[in-house]
């Protein structure tokens, strides 16, 4: 069948309501409740400050070379990116869809979409409702429901999370596997070395992510 506008908007809209209410099941909403049982000890409790200060006492770094490598892992999660990138690869899978490395970077982008659209309703909406506030304000990561700042969960360390999540997927050599992962927690880690976010934050929007690239990669024959 030739490709059509219409005809892929309609396949997009199906695989992504497919997406959305494969993500929002009873079993993975039971996953989900423990990242947030464990990001509720944390932010509700003295932890959640202690981690904050311990790192900045004792691992963080004034240094020219760490905040052009903070601003650089931050970017990951910066809007343009997470939305050019993804089309941008996308669009590339369509017009070479023969090649195989142009395909792959066509399936990275569609995957990229995918994990994001299925996390991000639950990472914005829930930080909106869980409140609390960022490390620069001395104010303190406590949970406020609709009254605290929308800090409950890091928005960059979701989306900066994904693209290495999404490699890691797609990946089935385990060394690949293991950098990707640790690569995927970068944009959280400079969120905290920045006094963005607290602990819990950058660690629920980690989870969300991680949850949602599992969902996708067990459709993954499923293509936009």
Known sequence: MPFTPKAWLRRLWQVLWDDFRNFYTRRNLVRLALGFLVGAILANTPLDQ?????????????SRAATAFQNGTKGLGDRDVVILAPIVAMTVGVL?????????????????????????????????????????NDQGSHWQPWRGKPCGISGH??????SFLVLAGMSTNPIVQTLCYAGSGLTAW?????????PSQVLLGWWLSFLAMRLIRKRRRVRL
């Open 96 to 136: 070479a869809p023969a090649h195989p490395a142009t395909a792959a970077i066509g399936l990275w982008g569609s995957q990229f979409t995918r994990t994001f659209l299925a996390a991000a309703p639950m990472a914005y909406g829930a930080s909106w409702l869980l409140g609390g506030d960022r490390p620069k």
């Open 190 to 198: 400079s969120r905290v070395d920045s006094q963005s976010h607290y």
């Open 50 to 62: 202690w981690l904050a200060d311990a790192y900045q006492a004792n691992l963080h770094s004034n």
């Open 157 to 162: 360390a979701m989306a900066g999370s994904i």
